[in-house]
């Protein structure tokens, strides 16, 4: 066969080549480094939520489950959402199960925007949002979130609205800069959406990893928001099962409906032994929750002790599971740089914060790192990194 003129992949994909994640691990694995760069836990979730996984496999729960998602679990969604963050859903037809949140954003942009539509969104941003943008045919319009405290400007966000505006796709708590949007740049998008008729996508994977006694506050439950706006999330960091890929849409059911329609025809259908066990994990009690907040906070506060003496500036974030650091403190200025040489130097895997930027000058100089690791873990990272003060000395 002739080979064609140009590569294989469609222009619509132009530019999205391998995600900096696989990159990175990669680089991990080839090199023995320490891996602070993909965001997954380095130790499994609750025993009783993985007994679950295999009582539904030997249980017989094998096969293609419901479209929309095992009734068990869609329930246990909609107390979920009630428990936290006082939403009131119907299980049938405002909560539909997905292959991790990757897939509802996916699903939710296909579903809702016409090519040429414009998606105002926030950088850095999280990669799948660009990617998925471009598969809908949309275009982005991006706000920057600008370092050290990643606040949120009026007029940027004023700026970024058009008549194409469709939609606002928001992630908090956020990734990468582990920032969490207070209720008023909540109300200040929420007004947007509402005087402009616009509808909002949210991604709140991270809704329990809020830090300092903070709230996470749904979009969702902004006056006007309710009834214009899909809420996404996943089972994934919550429970430290991100290989599961269990997530779900929530929002008014002509909103979901829609979702659904494309979900349908990209997996049909998701695992359906993980969504029983699942279903078990979001009536785990409050403490559980709890507990895990606190943990993941501890190991925040960790890592941020190691970078510190390291001699880097850290940007301590109020949720997620990620840190980032200047490195301009350590007289380096180019983070992907950085990143490439990290291993040889430090033994110390991390992700360059630019690659989520539109505005690459503004994230240049910052490097993300994932706490999300055992304490052993974070403290040789640590140590290792320290060679970077002592080299510097
Ligand atoms: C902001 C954000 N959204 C979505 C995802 C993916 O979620 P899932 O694994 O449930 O698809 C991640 C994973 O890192 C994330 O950081």
């Given at each position: 066969m002739a080979a064609p003129?140009?590569?294989?992949?469609t222009g619509r994909l132009?530019?999205?080549?391998?995600t900096i994640f696989a990159e990175m691990s990669a680089l991990a694995a080839r090199t023995g480094a320490i891996n602070l760069?993909?965001?997954?836990?380095?130790s499994d979730g609750p025993a009783e939520v993985i007994e679950a996984a295999v009582e539904a496999m030997r249980g017989g729960h094998n096969q293609y489950p419901p479209g929309p998602g095992i009734p068990a679990l869609r329930a246990a969604i909609a107390a979920h959402q009630r428990r936290f963050h006082g939403i009131e859903l119907?299980?049938?037809?405002?909560v539909l199960v997905t292959t991790g949140a990757t897939e509802a954003i996916a699903a939710a942009l296909l579903a809702l925007c016409e090519a040429g539509d414009e998606v105002v969104t926030f950088e850095?941003?999280?990669?799948s949002y660009a990617a998925c943008i471009a598969l809908a045919g949309a275009r982005r319009r991006v706000v920057t979130l600008r370092p050290p405290d990643y606040g949120l400007d009026p007029d940027a966000l004023a700026a970024?609205?058009?008549?194409?505006?469709r939609l606002v796709l928001l992630n908090s708590?956020?990734?990468?800069?582990?920032k969490v949007f207070d209720r008023a740049e909540l109300e200040l998008v929420a007004r947007h959406c509402r005087e402009r008729d616009v509808l909002a996508v949210t991604d709140?994977?991270?809704?329990?990893?809020?830090?300092?006694?903070r709230e996470h506050v749904p979009?969702?439950?902004?006056?006007?928001m309710g009834e214009r706006t899909v809420t996404i999330s996943s089972a994934g960091k919550t429970f430290s099962l991100?290989?599961?890929?269990i997530g779900w849409a929530c929002g008014p059911r002509e909103l979901v409906a829609a979702v659904q329609t494309a979900k349908q025809f990209l997996?049909?259908?998701?695992?359906a032994p993980f969504q029983h066990a699942i279903a078990h994990a979001l009536a785990l009690p409050d403490a559980y929750f709890q507990s895990f907040r606190a943990g993941l906070q501890a190991k925040r506060d960790r890592l941020c002790a190691g970078l510190e003496a390291a001699g880097l500036e850290v940007l301590r974030?109020?949720?997620?599971?990620f840190v980032n650091a200047d490195i301009r403190a350590i007289g380096e200025h180019d983070g992907h740089a950085f990143c490439l040489a990290l291993p040889q130097r430090a033994g110390v895997v991390a992700v360059p914060?630019?690659?989520?930027?539109?505005a690459e000058d503004v994230g240049r100089p910052l490097v993300r790192f994932a706490f999300c690791k055992r304490d052993d873990v974070i403290d040789e990272a640590a140590a290792r990194l320290a060679r970077l003060a002592s080299a510097g000395a």
């Open positions: 003129a140009r590569g294989h992949l132009a530019g999205f080549g391998t760069g993909q965001g997954f836990p380095d119907d299980p049938d037809g405002e850095p941003y999280y990669d970024a609205f058009s008549p194409r505006t708590p956020h990734n990468p800069t582990g709140e994977v991270y809704e329990h990893l809020v830090f300092d006694g979009l969702a439950t902004l006056p006007g991100t290989g599961w890929k997996t049909f259908v998701s695992g974030p109020a949720g997620t599971y914060t630019v690659v989520f930027y539109d």
